[in-house]
T-cell receptor
Framework: SQQGEEDPQALSIQEGENATMNCSYK?????LQWYRQNSGRGLVHLIL?????REKHSGRLRVTLDTSKKSSSLLITASRAADTASYFC??????????FGTGTSLTVIP | DGGITQSPKYLFRKEGQNVTLSCEQN?????MYWYRQDPGQGLRLIYY???????QKGDIAEGYSVSREKKESFPLTVTSAQKNPTAFYLC???????????????FGPGTRLTVL
């Protein structure tokens, strides 16, 4: 399987702290994307990073990509209770379909 | 949930029955996808379609069928051949997939199917 793996599987932090989650994948990619899923809902796209980029920012989100290690990290700064959700990475190694990881479940305690 | 609708939200089916899940998008996207999500797991691709009247199997196509007669619609039929159909089903769409293009996916709200 080319599916990515997120780490940790679950993360619980206090509001205001930073949350870091990691994604590892198996094959070369065109880009890597992070998605968020609130319980029982569809996924929402957060950020995309291309294979030739090393870091990208969007608001309180910071994504890094290390293609030599086939890994990416998502940092959420100054977390809020509303950030509580599952976070997935997705890759498209062949350019025609996505492979999603198993997700990190983030709980932000008010 | 960005211009993609799925219906119904909850669906109950008796064993041995076929059931069709609806997915409609008004984003003018060429590509559409069906995923299955089981508790504590990621999304697994069932079928995808890059253009009308064409579709390809994903990783877990057995027991499922699709059609793509219109650009806006990509219904999924869960047949009686699917041995463990109880799951959360997500439909998504994206702009035409070209190599190295940006292909963010937009997801519908999902349909939770329970087999009784």
């Amino acid at each position: 399987s080319q599916q990515g793996e997120e780490d940790p599987q679950a993360l619980s932090i206090q509001e205001g702290e930073n949350a870091t989650m990691n994604c590892s994948y198996k094959t070369s990619i065109n880009n890597l994307q992070w998605y968020r899923q609130n319980s029982g809902r569809g996924l929402v796209h957060l950020i995309l990073i291309r294979s030739n980029e090393r870091e990208k920012h969007s608001g309180r989100l910071r994504v890094t990509l290390d293609t030599s290690k086939k890994s990416s990290s998502l940092l959420i700064t100054a977390s809020r209770a509303a950030d509580t959700a599952s976070y997935f990475c997705a890759t498209d190694p062949e350019g025609n379909q996505f492979y999603f990881g198993t997700g990190t479940s983030l709980t932000v305690i008010p | 949930d960005g211009g993609i609708t799925q219906s119904p939200k909850y669906l109950f089916r008796k064993e041995g029955q076929n059931v069709t899940l609806s997915c409609e998008q008004n984003l003018n996207h060429d590509a559409m996808y069906w995923y299955r999500q089981d508790p504590g797991q990621g999304l697994r691709l069932i079928y995808y379609s890059q253009i009308v009247n064409d579709f390809q199997k994903g990783d877990i196509a057995e027991g499922y069928s699709v059609s793509r007669e219109k650009k806006e619609s990509f219904p999924l039929t869960v047949t009686s051949a699917q041995k463990n159909p109880t799951a959360f089903y997500l439909c998504a769409s994206s702009i035409r997939v070209l190599r190295d293009s940006i292909n963010e996916q937009f997801f519908g709200p999902g349909t939770r199917l329970t087999v009784l």
